[in-house]
Nanobody
Framework: QVQLVESGGGLVQAGDSLRLSCAAS????????MAWFRQAPGKEREFVAA????????RYADSVRGRFAISRDNADNTLYLQMNTLRPADTAEYYC?????????????????WGQGTQVTVSS
C-alpha cells in the first residue's frame, strides 16, 4: 500500500524558515510527479509547488514563488519543501501528493496518492 508521510511542520514566527519532508513507500518514486498542497481552516486545498519525475522542472504558486523551494531525492524516496520568509498567511495543513502524470499538474484532482498532512503555523 502506497504511503506518503509528511514531517517537519511546527509553530514558527513570521520570517522564520521550515523544511518539510515527505517520505514515500510502496511506489516507484522516480516515476511520479510530486507536489505540495496546503489547506487552511475554512478554505479549499490549494496548490503550493510541484516537481517533475527527475527534479529538473518545478512549478510554484504565485504566493510562494521566490520564498519556497521544492526538491526531491529519488534515491531516498523523499520529497522536500524548503519554506523561507514564512508569513502568517502560510499557516495551513501541508500535504504531499503523488501523480503518475508525465507533466506537472497543479490541480488536486491530478494526484493519485496523498499524505495525512503536517501542520504549519506562523505567528505574527
Amino acid at each position: 500500500q502506497v504511503q506518503l508521510v509528511e514531517s517537519g511542520g511546527g509553530l514558527v514566527q513570521a520570517g522564520d524558515s521550515l523544511r518539510l519532508s515527505c517520505a514515500a513507500s510502496e511506489l516507484t518514486f522516480g516515476r511520479y510527479s510530486m507536489a505540495w498542497f496546503r489547506q487552511a481552516p475554512g478554505k479549499e486545498r490549494e496548490f503550493v509547488a510541484a516537481i517533475g519525475w527527475i527534479g529538473t522542472s518545478a512549478r510554484y504558486a504565485d504566493s510562494v514563488r521566490g520564498r519556497f523551494a521544492i526538491s526531491r531525492d529519488n534515491a531516498d524516496n523523499t520529497l522536500y519543501l524548503q519554506m523561507n520568509t514564512l508569513r502568517p498567511a502560510d499557516t495551513a495543513e501541508y500535504y504531499c501528493a503523488a501523480s503518475t502524470s508525465v507533466v506537472i499538474v497543479t490541480t488536486a484532482a491530478g494526484y493519485d496518492y496523498w499524505g495525512q498532512g503536517t501542520q504549519v503555523t506562523v505567528s505574527s
